[in-house]
């Protein structure tokens, strides 16, 4: 087993038809840029009317249909923020808790000490997030994923990672193993996935991965570190 390959993410999620709300964030092979991508994925009709949208730099989860909206409380949330130097991503409102937390001087690891899994059994979705901290011309990041113990919900173990970029290396996190009943929680670290130079090449080749029937939407930043100038790739299914 080399547990230093770099995998092409396409790879990874083609044919597997949920592996739910995803996060990569990784620097590009000329080492020039910070990549940061979420995507949501949906098998009820609640969780696939939504869009993603973009108002005053941050990235929201919205109804497409607001008449059809069953239950809002884990659907529509911010999932990318910014404050200062540090760049947000989660698959929730633990968004928020990050962004509060980090104006108040705290860091990402113990915000997070304030959340756990999704309450929605028998699923208990993990709640992941990604930071990136930026500075000097390149950049930091960490990830994290807050999961069930057992699948009562009696306790919540945390993880989190920090990585250091290498060109050309990124790390993808994602809710789910594959579809099931209930759908089995990501295990292990976060997957080591190749990151290349041109934002719609990566985007594209993401997005044709992902399972038709179920994916919704999907986001790609890239942050051009000697500069900052941000490059934002926005797909939804509900167009």
């Given amino acids: 087993m080399d547990i230093y390959k770099i995998n ?3 790879e990874l999620i083609k044919d597997n038809s949920y592996v739910g709300r995803g996060i990569v964030i990784g620097k590009t092979k000329d080492g020039k840029k910070a ?10 009709q ?7 949208a973009e108002k005053d730099d941050v990235l ?31 698959n929730g ?8 937390a980090i104006v108040d001087g705290k860091d990402f690891k113990s915000s997070l000490e304030t959340r ?3 309450p929605d059994f028998p699923n208990l979705t993990p709640r992941i997030s990604g930071m990136l901290t930026f500075g000097d011309n390149d950049f930091t990041y960490e990830m994290s994923i807050l999961k069930s113990a ?6 919540c173990n945390r993880y989190t990672y920090s990585y250091a970029p290498l060109n050309g290396l990124g790390h993808f996190i994602h809710t789910y193993v594959c579809d099931g009943n209930p759908i089995p929680t990501f295990q292990g670290e976060p997957q080591r996935v190749a990151i290349c130079d041109d934002i719609d090449e990566f985007t594209n080749s993401l997005w044709k991965a992902l399972d038709e029937d179920n994916k919704i939407s999907l986001y790609v930043r890239y942050t051009d570190l000697e500069s900052g100038k941000e490059e ?5 299914k509900n167009a």
Avoid at 35 to 44: E, L, P
Avoid at 46 to 52: E, I, P, Y
């Fill in 8 to 10: 092409d993410i396409a």
């Fill in 232 to 236: 934002n790739r926005l797909i939804n």
């Fill in 60 to 90: 929201y989860t919205k109804p497409f249909d607001e008449s059809k909206v069953e239950d809002p409380s884990l659907i529509i949330y911010a999932a990318v923020r910014k404050f200062e130097n540090k760049l947000i991503v989660t």
């Fill in 35 to 44: 990549c940061t991508a979420y995507f949501i994925m949906g098998r009820s």
């Fill in 46 to 52: 609640n969780s696939r009317n939504r869009v993603f």
């Fill in 150 to 155: 057992d699948e009562k919900g009696s306790a």
């Fill in 93 to 100: 409102d633990q968004t928020d808790t990050i962004y509060d």
């Fill in 116 to 118: 756990e899994f999704e």
